[in-house]
C-alpha cells in the first residue's frame, strides 16, 4: 500500500538546501525592503500598480524588485521538497507521525492566523500574510522533526468530535454567502473597534503595541474565520463512524491540499502584481482549507 | 498483501456494509481492503480474522514486494 503524493526521498537534501536560500533571501528582503532595487522586466497576468504605467491583464511590468518573488518561490518549492520527501526508509509508523503532524500543524497555523487576522492592522499585517504562504510547511517540518526524537504517543489524535461538524458546515456556508453577497453589496461591511495586538500602518496615528483601531472593516476576517473554521471542523471532526482507512483519506487530502495549494501561490506569486497580490494573500488562506475539504469530501464519496 | 476477505465475506454470506458493522469500520474500508487499495492495521487485521473464526495468517498473506 502506497500512500499518494509523497515526493522521492531524493528530494529531501535540494529541498533543505533550497529552502535555506529562501529563508536568507526572504529575511534579507524584509530587512533592506526598500534598498534593494533589483529591476526586472517581465510579464503579468495582471497589475495594478500604482507606480506602473502598464495596468490591467497581460501587461509587461518593471518590477521594483525580484528579490522577494524568488525568495517565495524557494521558501515554497524548498519547504514542499522537504515536507513531502519520503523518509529514508519509509514505513507505516512515519506515515502516522506525518498525518499527526500535519493535522497539528493545520490547527496550530490557523489559530496563528485567525489571531494576526483580527489582532494586527496597517504594514505588520502584509507581513504577517507573506509569512503566512509558507507558514504551514515550515510548522509541520518542525513538528515532524520533533516527534521523530520525541517517540510521540502515536494513540494520540489530533480530532474533534463528530457534532462539531454539523457546526462546521453551518460556518461554512454562512461564510460563503456572506462573502458572494459582499461582492455584490459593498454597503454591507461590518466595522468595529478593534483592539490590535500591533498596529502599524496607514490608519490614522494610534501605532504601535496593545492599540485600539477605531471604525476598522473585519468583514474578510469574519469571512476568513468562518471558511477556516468551518473547512476544519466538517474535514478533521470524526465520521460517523470513523476509522483508520478514512485517517489515511484525509492525510492524503492534506498531502493534495498542500501541493496544489503551493502549486496555485507560485502561479499568483509571478502572475498579479500590485493591490491585487493583497487580495491573493488573503484568498490563500482560505484556499488550503477549502482545498482539503473538497478534496476529502469527493474522495470519500467517489470512492477510494 | 493479498487478502481472502471477499471469500470469507462469501463462505459467510454477509454483505460489506454487515461486516463493516459488526467490526465497528466503515463499508468503503471493508471495499478498499479487498481492492488491496488499504492495508489495514494489526489491530483491525486480528479483528477481521477473530469474527471469521481463523488465524490471521488464514486470510491475510504477504507478497512478493512487501
Redesign the interface.
Known amino acids: 500500500m502506497k500512500t499518494r503524493y509523497l515526493l522521492p526521498h531524493s528530494l529531501k537534501l535540494p529541498g533543505w538546501i533550497i529552502l535555506g536560500i529562501g529563508i536568507v533571501l526572504g529575511i534579507f528582503w524584509l530587512i533592506f525592503m526598500d534598498n534593494i532595487k533589483f529591476p526586472t522586466y517581465m510579464p503579468a497576468l495582471y497589475n495594478n500598480d500604482f507606480d506602473q504605467n502598464n495596468r490591467g491583464w497581460l501587461v509587461m511590468i518593471t518590477n521594483g524588485s525580484i528579490v522577494d518573488e524568488i525568495a517565495g518561490l524557494f521558501l515554497i518549492v524548498g519547504s514542499l521538497f522537504v515536507a513531502l520527501s519520503k523518509e529514508k526508509v519509509e514505513d507505516e509508523r512515519f506515515m502516522k507521525i506525518r498525518l499527526d503532524s500535519l493535522v497539528w500543524a493545520v490547527i496550530v497555523n490557523s489559530i496563528v492566523l485567525i489571531i494576526s487576522l483580527f489582532m494586527v492592522y496597517g504594514l505588520a499585517y502584509i507581513y504577517i500574510m507573506s509569512i503566512s504562504l509558507v507558514s504551514l510547511p515550515l510548522l509541520f517540518i518542525f513538528k515532524f522533526k520533533y516527534s521523530l526524537i520525541r517517540e510521540p504517543d502515536t494513540e494520540k489524535k489530533y480530532q474533534f468530535t463528530h457534532p462539531l461538524r454539523a457546526v462546521g458546515w453551518i460556518l461554512l456556508i454562512l461564510g460563503i454567502i456572506y462573502w458572494l453577497l459582499l461582492m455584490r453589496f459593498h454597503n454591507i461591511h461590518i466595522y468595529a473597534n478593534m483592539p490590535a495586538l500591533y498596529n502599524d500602518g496607514f490608519v490614522q496615528g494610534n501605532n504601535g503595541w496593545f492599540k485600539i483601531v477605531p471604525h476598522e472593516s473585519i468583514s474578510n476576517e469574519l469571512i476568513a474565520l468562518f471558511i477556516i473554521l468551518g473547512s476544519l471542523f466538517v474535514a478533521l471532526s470524526k465520521e460517523k463512524i470513523e476509522d483508520e482507512f478514512i485517517m489515511k483519506i484525509r492525510l492524503e487530502s492534506l498531502l493534495w491540499a498542500l501541493i496544489a495549494n503551493n502549486i496555485l501561490l507560485i502561479i499568483c506569486i509571478f502572475s498579479f502584481y500590485g493591490m491585487t497580490f493583497l487580495a491573493v494573500m488573503l484568498y490563500s488562506t482560505i484556499s488550503f482549507p477549502l482545498m482539503f475539504l473538497i478534496k476529502y469530501i469527493i474522495t470519500l464519496r467517489r470512492g477510494y | 498483501?493479498i487478502n481472502r476477505l471477499k471469500v470469507e465475506r462469501a463462505i459467510k454470506n454477509i454483505t460489506q456494509e454487515e461486516l463493516?458493522k459488526e467490526i465497528?469500520?466503515?463499508r468503503?474500508?471493508i471495499?478498499?481492503?479487498e481492492?488491496g487499495?488499504?492495508?489495514?492495521?494489526t489491530v483491525?487485521s486480528l479483528k477481521i480474522a477473530r469474527f471469521f473464526g481463523r488465524k490471521m495468517e488464514e486470510i491475510f498473506e504477504l507478497e512478493e514486494g512487501d
Open positions: 498483501m463493516a465497528g469500520v466503515s468503503q474500508t471495499n478498499a481492503i481492492l487499495k488499504y492495508v489495514p492495521s483491525l
